[in-house]
């Protein structure tokens, strides 16, 4: 303010994290005292807005590369071949802890027949759901960036059941490669990119 700068500020957050603190007296202060603010899509603005109900606003999307993740996809029928895959497949990608909402996901599957999840991520919580998956879901760990395209083509949808996440780019993904989208309503880009009932299903977290 004194050098008369304008300063503007990258937002993810959204209301359904718990940690952000919306209510925070410095955050306020801060957000009030901005020339604007870039989000990447309306639960972030949400959340700028209970802090800064009259800050500026930019909207710009999160995005990826939607040619690679299209890139295999007419190799479908092969993958699946390769990866062993001979029954509806749901495929999560993403960190392994506890706001992503693997677990609920991985607990739901034992009462899913006929389908096979395939989880692709690491992180924190791997012991504990490989512990408590039934067979029908199948771990994969870290998979390379460059590989992912080739589980994208070879699943039949994509979920991302986050209790609380900025985005979720497996929607990004996921869409890029023609898949329907199953998301949990804690995921910032369920808001944008999943049309319930259209490309796929908006489910409430947990």
Same mark, same amino acid.
């Given at each position: 303010?004194?050098?008369?700068?304008?300063?503007?500020?990258?937002?993810?957050?959204?209301?359904? $994290?718990?940690?952000? @603190?919306?209510?925070? =007296?410095?955050?306020?202060? %801060?957000?009030?005292?901005?020339?604007?603010? =870039?989000?990447?899509?309306?639960?972030?603005?949400?959340?700028?807005?209970?802090?800064?109900?009259?800050?500026?606003?930019?909207?710009?999307?999160?995005?990826?590369?939607?040619?690679?993740?299209?890139?295999?996809? +007419?190799?479908?029928?092969?993958?699946?071949?390769? %990866?062993?895959?001979?029954?509806?497949? %749901? =495929?999560?990608v993403g960190r392994l802890s506890p706001e992503k909402?693997?677990?609920?996901?991985?607990?739901? %599957?034992?009462?899913?027949? $006929? *389908?096979?999840?395939?989880?692709?991520?690491?992180?924190?919580?791997? *012991?504990?759901?490989?512990?408590?998956?039934?067979?029908?879901?199948?771990?994969? @760990?870290?998979?390379?960036?460059? $590989?992912l395209p080739r589980w994208?083509?070879?699943?039949? +949808?994509?979920?991302?059941?986050?209790? *609380?996440?900025?985005?979720?780019?497996?929607?990004?993904?996921? *869409?890029? +490669?023609? =898949?329907?989208?199953?998301?949990?309503? @804690?995921?910032?880009?369920?808001?944008?990119?999943?049309?319930?009932?259209?490309?796929?299903?908006?489910?409430?977290? @947990?």
């Open positions: 303010r004194v050098r008369r700068t304008p300063t503007y500020v990258w937002v993810e957050s959204t209301l359904h $994290d718990s940690s952000v @603190g919306a209510n925070s =007296l410095s955050k306020r202060v %801060f957000a009030r005292s901005v020339a604007g603010a =870039l989000v990447p899509g309306k639960k972030s603005a949400e959340y700028v807005r209970a802090l800064a109900p009259a800050v500026r606003l930019t909207v710009a999307p999160n995005a990826v590369d939607n040619t690679l993740f299209a890139s295999r996809v +007419a190799d479908r029928d092969a993958l699946r071949a390769e %990866f062993g895959l001979d029954r509806c497949t %749901f =495929l999560y909402g693997v677990q609920t996901l991985v607990r739901a %599957f034992a009462e899913v027949e $006929d *389908a096979t999840l395939v989880v692709a991520g690491a992180g924190p919580d791997e *012991a504990a759901l490989r512990a408590a998956a039934p067979g029908s879901v199948r771990f994969l @760990g870290n998979v390379d960036r460059d $590989d994208y083509a070879a699943a039949d +949808a994509v979920v991302v059941p986050s209790l *609380a996440d900025t985005w979720g780019m497996a929607l990004n993904e996921g *869409a890029a +490669a023609a =898949l329907p989208l199953v998301a949990a309503d @804690g995921a910032g880009g369920a808001w944008e990119l999943v049309e319930d009932g259209v490309n796929g299903l908006r489910v409430p977290s @947990g």
